[in-house]
């Protein structure tokens, strides 16, 4: 496979190395139920299984993808040794820690008096309390909520109140290595936080000497000839979604889904004419690429392509899809999604839908409920799913469970041949990890807990429709006390004044259902396959 360091510019997301400034600027998450079950994954990665008529095949049938696998492989991929992005920056309040998690460690998000974000592990050494639960001093710590122990952005404690009577006691104590907290390097790039999830001295120093940029960020964003012509049309979208790591790579990474699953949000069932997809190169521990038809007129051929260890691009006509899959604890991910627009290319949209897709865009609260949020609705409760039966029925051995006869399904196979031989154990699923009990599909879809109360611009139209929710319905009120008083005066009931003030009540009535209807969205809208035709 041709390196995908070398590709032109639509394909081409690694920056070099040494293109950032040399300072770094350095969401609470949901927490399933805690009903557990043990995920035995006993996946076998070869071999084949006896039809009906007696002949040994292979279920998955994606020969070019079997003889494509490049190189030796892999079981020890070095997950902690990248860059993942954790949130949003603009979503994070600077005046309080935040939550988050990856790879299956907790972590604590902060941001110190120098405007620098710190990242540590979500437990203090004292007690082991969650420390994002804390506060930040004037001095840049932080507190933990606990016992008023406080950390600085390498982990240190520099003040533990219980020995303030005895500064050479506190002073040994804050020098032990037992008072410390792992902290994570952090860097801001894109506008989201980044971290690498190595907390050793070496990774520290080497980050301070060369802050290289994250392998997976994008050119286009960062200036440059690579950026001439490109925008970012869309504000960062995140959402947890209730699946594993490899669950979602595989649905990124899965074309002709698109059709079915995203009905009349994406796609359309009917337009399916048969979704080509072709290899290029091979698959090596970078990744991979292919191109794609979905028959489809307007969207024309394209490319997609997987940057190991988390990213995926969709690059059609104009807009690209540009994909972070994070993989945070056991039965969850995170994902972060943005489009990049190229405004040398004609518009493919008719203008007045152009002009309406792109207001919606800018507007990103109205983005993120109307065009974001319906598309991970469309798939997440039956990946919740899909993934448990596969794991708990099959032992996770996709090789064999799966049926792919069709060239649409090659990426899928290419992705779960990647895990297979480079991508060893991902540590948040690994074989005996314990996942979450399965969700109801309310709670699959919760739209709150996974995005909203995230994210700065849905919250502010959150507290934007309540408040204008309030203001009609006394306005409602007050029209109503003024037709009633005034008919009780004898104004006639038929008189152009009674005519304005039942129109008054009738439409703050009106105003108050569509808001309510339209506050809905920011939670939860069941999703349901059977009712879209």
Known sequence: MRSLLSKPLQTNVF?????WPSRPLASRGTTPRTTWYLDTITATRS???????????????????????????????PWTAHWYPVAIVDDLDPRQPHATHLLGISLALWRDKEGAWHAVEDKCPHRLAPLSEGRIEADGTLHCAYHGWQFNGLGSCTHIPQLRSDPKAMKTACAS???????????????????????????HEQFAKDPALPKTALKELLGGPEAEGYIQSTQWYARDVPMRFDTLCENVLDPSHVNFAHHKVQGNRNNEKGTTTKLQGKINVEGFEFELDAQSPRMGPS???????????????????NVFAVPTRPGWSRIFVTFLKDTRKPRV?????????????????????????????GDNYILHLQERALHQEHGGDWQHSFYMPSAADSSVSAIRRWFDKYGGTVPTCEPGTLMPSPLTKREALDRYSQHTVHCRHCKQALRNVDLATGVAAVAGVLAALWLITRVMLG??????????????VALAGAVVAGLRSLRQQFFFID?????RD
Request: hydrophobic share 45%; glycine share 6%.
């Open 303 to 321: 490319k997609s392509f997987f940057a190991a260890p988390n990213f995926v691009r969709y690059s059609p006509r104009i807009r690209s899809l």
């Open 47 to 77: 071999g084949g299984l006896t039809a009906a008529g007696g002949t040994a095949t292979t279920l998955t049938q994606t020969p070019e993808i079997s003889s494509a696998i490049a190189g030796e492989p892999s079981s020890t991929f």
């Open 527 to 531: 999703y349901v396959h059977a009712e």
């Open 491 to 504: 104004m006639p009931l038929l008189s152009p004044a009674a005519g304005v003030g039942l129109f008054a």
């Open 349 to 377: 949209l008719p203008w007045l839908f152009e002009a309406l897709y792109s207001f919606v865009e800018k507007s990103t609260w109205l983005e993120h409920i109307f065009l974001r949020h319906p598309v991970l609705d």
């Open 15 to 19: 920056p070099s190395r040494r293109s």
């Open 177 to 203: 290595r037992r008072s410390c907290v792992r902290a994570f390097p952090v860097q801001v790039v894109h506008g989201l936080l980044w971290v690498l999830l190595d907390s050793s001295q070496s990774a």
